[in-house]
């Protein structure tokens, strides 16, 4: 049983070079169909993708690891949820609503337990590395400046080529692109979360030890995705490159005035000479570069003055959120603490908290929450305590992801995104792990 758990934790490593693909190749494939059959995606109403195909695949394996190892903590945490799960289920059949799809509903749940499990096997896979800690963390930074390479570099090379979706369809017209990648808040989700690692990943480059080719790919990386972020448009995509860049550059600043060390500011203007680089060589490609990343600025503003800032903030979801909010005032005692399950909504209300409280209730809500809470304000606590430069880019991409399934959601229940929050999460453990053979999530 041990030589196969170790089988699956060398396979599991392998996915974090394999995972930032499936997205693209998701993407692409929905492309294709819609071409192929010449309507859109919701249209066609295929339930699975060859991406999805593979991460169930994936869960199952997660499921089987968890079996093989014991992981007793990991099923302590599981079963509940499961079992919060299969109450609130069982409500819909004591006191259906109007609509149910229990097809939904599985979909749903498995992605939060496709993140959940995560959490818990890759903690396992990094115990029983036999490297240091601090050897460790350093293949994490590589894996998070390759990802993220990967997954800005096919944004690109989509806008050079006039090809992929368009970010916003909507009374304002068309702006934004985000590539290949069918969902624009779970690629933005993603590259909001690791970009302030790997810009420290960059500044805290060791240049004694790095050839030119090493040097430039840390620099291209995070440069490339600020030019994503400034592509693709959102509102968060903004804020996270000022919260991720003007949040380090202050850093930056405190490493000057303290210990005279001016690297980090240095990096940090390289990076930006290669972002401007960048959109010049996309501005080669198309002429209304600018004034499409001025045009997606300036369209807050104007849904903010015609429409109120509420809207601006959330992006109408308020309104899905007064419907599920109504659906769980009104399901009594039974709902309010096992939910209303996500099977009986039309649609979801895109911020993940009230997803988690409306469809599972107050149970399923401490249940579902506890691990992510426990971890992260395990975090925050240690990071007061002991802040370094480290630290502080793992606090701004937790604090960005923690705004984001507040207000904006896919996150816990995207298993694009919320994939790499689970990651998040462990990388801070690792920073102030003690012992990391013993020390338990």
């Not at 460790?136 to 930074?141: E, K, R, T």
């Not at 930006?272 to 080669?284: S, T, Y």
Request: contains cysteine; hydrophobic residues 55%.
């Amino acid at each position: 049983m041990r030589k196969a758990a170790d089988k699956l934790e060398q396979f599991f490593w392998l996915f974090l070079f394999i995972n930032p693909f499936l997205d693209i190749g998701n993407g692409l494939f929905i492309m294709v169909m819609e071409g192929l059959y010449d309507k859109t995606w919701e249209q066609i109403d295929l339930a699975l993708t060859p991406s999805l195909l593979i991460r169930m695949a994936v869960l199952l394996l997660f499921g089987l690891y968890l079996l093989l190892a014991w992981d007793k903590r990991a099923l302590l945490a599981m079963v509940p949820i499961g079992a919060v799960w299969v109450l609130s289920v069982v409500g819909q059949f004591l006191w259906p609503m109007k609509r149910y799809s229990l097809f939904t509903d599985i979909q749903y749940i498995a992605r939060f337990g496709y993140n959940l499990a995560a959490l818990y096997i890759y903690w396992r896979v990094f115990q029983h590395k036999k490297i240091s800690r601090e050897r460790l963390l350093i293949q994490l930074n590589g894996i998070v400046v390759f990802s993220l390479a990967v997954l800005s570099t096919s944004i690109l090379l989509s806008y050079m080529a006039d090809m992929g979706y368009t970010t916003y369809a909507d009374r304002f017209g068309l702006r934004g692109t985000r590539g290949f990648f069918y969902s624009g808040n779970d690629i933005t989700a993603v590259l909001m979360a690791l970009l302030p690692v790997a810009i420290c990943s960059f500044l805290m480059l060791d240049r004694r030890q790095t050839g030119q080719a090493k040097y430039f790919y840390y620099a291209y990386s995070p440069a490339a995705v600020i030019t994503t972020l400034c592509l693709i448009g959102t509102k968060t995509a903004f804020a996270a490159v000022g919260a991720a860049f003007v949040g380090l550059l202050g850093f930056a600043l405190y490493l000057l005035a303290k210990k005279q060390d001016k690297t980090p500011l240095l990096r940090l203007g390289v990076i930006l000479l290669i972002v401007l680089l960048l959109l010049g060589i996309l501005a080669i490609f198309s002429s209304t570069l600018f004034d499409e990343i001025s045009s997606s600025l300036a369209n807050t503003g104007n849904i903010a003055r015609r429409e109120g800032m509420t809207t601006a903030l959330l992006s109408g979801r308020q309104n899905k959120l007064a419907s599920a909010f109504a659906d769980y005032r009104a399901g009594g005692p039974y709902k309010w603490l096992f939910g209303v399950t996500r099977g009986s909504q039309k649609a979801i209300i895109e911020m993940d908290v009230f997803e988690v409280l409306f469809y599972y209730g107050l149970i399923g809500a401490a249940l579902m929450l506890w691990p992510y809470l426990k971890l992260g304000f395990g975090f925050v606590f240690r990071f007061f305590k002991d802040c370094t430069i480290w630290s502080f880019a793992t606090l701004l991409s937790l604090g960005l992801c923690a705004a984001y399934l507040i207000m904006a959601g896919h996150i816990l229940f995207s298993v694009t995104s919320g994939f790499y929050f689970s990651f998040m999460l462990l990388y801070g453990k690792l920073l102030y792990c003690r012992d990391l053979k013993t020390e338990e999530i």
